[in-house]
């Protein structure tokens, strides 16, 4: 896609360029974009974006009950692999299949989806933002070319999110591969958790709660990725890469063209001070979304859900101004981070009171409970009997090491420069 040239106004005698900027195309931005051109078409729009290409190298996955009958609509125009017979997960001592039907999405679809959708002159691709302020963005020069400034009368901050000695908890660590076998493989469903895998140390030297996460993409398409909940961030391609081979191989999967790739690295919450990480993040009359605005799952790291809310919500609110929106999207981040803290204190549960090996029993137990319960924990909605129910009875922890992770905060999050994977947007 070529870069969008901007229009031709002048912003001191006209107005702004443009209504809405919107800073970083990963999954917020992106939806952003989307749900404010399909309601107001004639808004002026820009989504500006370093990359080449909308999306980056992601795959998202959801259950279809995260998404409201209007997300799913939003949702609608974009390839995705849809099962609607459910998964299953695998542990040490049991497999359960779950009906709750599971949506998958790439990158490239996402991409593909959003240039067909948007203006050409919306799509700033290739552009680096190195300011923004409540009145616009700087452009960084293209390669031949010269800096840009675009006006607006709002500006959406939706860049990837950075490590922070403010947060606090551990990683989830991933590297995934999409193979194309020459045989079928098999599958009929989504195995989204199979922990029946080694869990004696497999990350570094700290261990780390590890499962395997395969989709069938096609019937001859499986996608197979090495997941771990670690203590540092530290990716080692090289051995989750022989992991994956180890994987495929057992399942009989030897001949295969691998056709593409994913690695990333997320953070997992428990605990930290939000209002200190605003504060160093914020710019004055800019709104901040996306996982940079807090607007993650802190146990699971999962962003659909909450990316399809806000963009809703900017949608309905799309002639707030500047100063408006970011008031807005603050609010709703303090918002989310007060109603999320039962899942940072299962977290800290998962990191601070369970050795790395054990951490399987947590997720194996967490299983056994009904399906409905499962479905609102993964869209961040569980009721007050949800809670209790997940903490009743015997727990998968040393109580002593409980009660201690309750008033614990964790580690901070900071990312050490050894292998380090930008943060998912």
């Not at 896609?1 to 900027?21: H, I, K, R, W, Y």
């Not at 710019?283 to 699971?300: K, Q, S």
Request: net charge neutral; glycine share 10%; hydrophobic share 40%.
């Amino acid at each position: 896609m070529s870069t969008a040239e901007p229009a031709n106004l002048s912003a001191t005698q006209f107005g702004p360029q443009f209504d809405c900027v919107i800073v970083g195309g990963g999954l917020a931005g992106g939806l952003i974009a989307l749900a404010l051109h399909r309601a107001r078409p004639a808004m002026r729009i820009a989504l500006v974006e370093a990359g080449r290409t909308i999306g980056g190298n992601h795959r998202w996955s959801w259950f279809e009950s995260d998404l409201s009958g209007e997300g799913q609509a939003l949702l609608a125009g974009f390839r995705k692999t849809e099962w609607n017979d459910g998964y299953d997960v695998v542990f040490p001592d049991y497999r359960r299949q779950l009906a709750t039907a599971y949506r998958s999405m790439a990158s490239a679809d996402f991409h593909e989806g959003l240039v067909r959708a948007l203006p050409e002159e919306a799509l700033y691709l290739g552009r680096k933002a190195i300011s923004l302020d409540t009145h616009g963005v700087d452009l960084a020069a293209p390669e031949f070319g010269e800096p840009e400034r675009l006006e607006a009368r709002c500006v959406i901050d939706c860049r990837s999110f950075a490590p922070s000695r403010h947060l606090r908890g551990g990683w989830q660590v991933f590297l995934g591969r999409h193979i194309r076998l020459d045989k079928p493989h098999g599958l009929t469903r989504p195995l989204i958790m199979d922990a029946s895998v080694d869990q004696l140390a497999p990350h570094g030297n700290g261990g780390a709660y590890r499962f395997v996460y395969v989709l069938p993409l096609g019937v001859h398409d499986v996608f197979v990725e090495d997941t771990y909940y670690a203590d540092d961030p530290d990716l080692d391609r090289s051995a989750l890469s022989g992991r994956i081979d180890q994987y495929a191989n057992a399942q009989g999967w030897h001949e295969g063209q691998i056709v593409g790739h994913e690695a990333g690295v997320l953070p997992v919450l428990t605990g930290g001070d939000f209002s200190a990480y605003l504060d160093s993040v914020r710019t004055p009359g800019v709104a901040i979304a996306g996982a940079r605005g807090g607007f993650t799952h802190p146990l699971t790291s999962y962003t659909m859900c909450v990316a399809v809310e806000n963009a809703l919500a900017v949608a309905r609110e799309a002639d707030l101004t500047g100063e408006q929106l970011a008031a807005m999207f603050e609010s709703r981040a303090r918002r989310h981070w007060r109603r999320t803290a039962y899942y940072r204190l299962l977290a800290r549960m998962l990191f601070l009171a369970a050795k790395p090996e054990k951490r399987v029993e947590v997720f194996q137990r967490f299983y056994r409970l009904k399906r409905g319960l499962i479905e609102r924990f993964y869209a961040a909605r569980s009721g007050l009997f949800d809670k209790l129910r997940v903490l009743a009875g015997r727990p998968p922890v040393p109580v002593p090491a409980a009660i201690a992770a309750m008033f614990k905060r964790g580690a901070p999050l900071k990312q050490e420069a050894r292998n380090q994977i930008p943060m998912e947007n």
